[in-house]
């Protein structure tokens, strides 16, 4: 089992910059792949970004490609979500996800994740 938490969401102005920290509980947080994923209001939850679980490589949607970055930290079982050059469209609550990651590859749907956090709401004004 593993529980996450996130933090670090606020309300900012284009162009600034937000750094989103999830925090996972369980022992074997190093063996799980983690995703970042984004829900606006009226719309479907979006894939983000995705992190290995060696942390070693990364993949992002293309809207935030560029502007985003994602790392992990597993002494501290934690996994960040770096944004810059935020745009109003970046508005959302922001949810990281966690799942084992057997297969050794990325993880793009929602549905492929066993693991969420609470969701931290990110409002970027323009």
């Known amino acids: 089992q593993v529980q996450l938490v996130e933090s670090g969401g606020g309300l900012v102005q284009a162009g600034d910059s937000l750094r989103l920290s999830c925090a996972a509980s369980?022992?074997?947080?190093?063996?799980?792949?983690m995703g970042w994923f984004r829900q606006a209001i009226g719309q479907e939850r979006e894939f983000v970004g995705a992190?290995?679980?060696?942390?070693?490589?990364?993949f992002y949607a293309n809207s935030v490609k560029g502007r985003f970055t994602i790392s992990r930290d597993n002494a501290k079982n934690t996994v960040y979500l770096q944004m810059n050059m935020l745009k109003p469209e970046d508005t959302a609550v922001y949810y990281c996800?966690?799942?084992?990651?057997?297969?050794?590859?990325?993880?793009?749907?929602?549905?492929?994740?066993?693991?969420w956090g609470q969701g931290t709401q990110v409002t970027v004004s323009s």
């Open positions: 369980g022992r074997t947080f190093s063996s799980y792949a």
């Open positions: 996800a966690a799942r084992i990651d057997e297969l050794y590859r990325f993880y793009f749907n929602s549905n492929e994740y066993n693991y």
């Open positions: 992190i290995r679980w060696s942390g070693g490589t990364t």
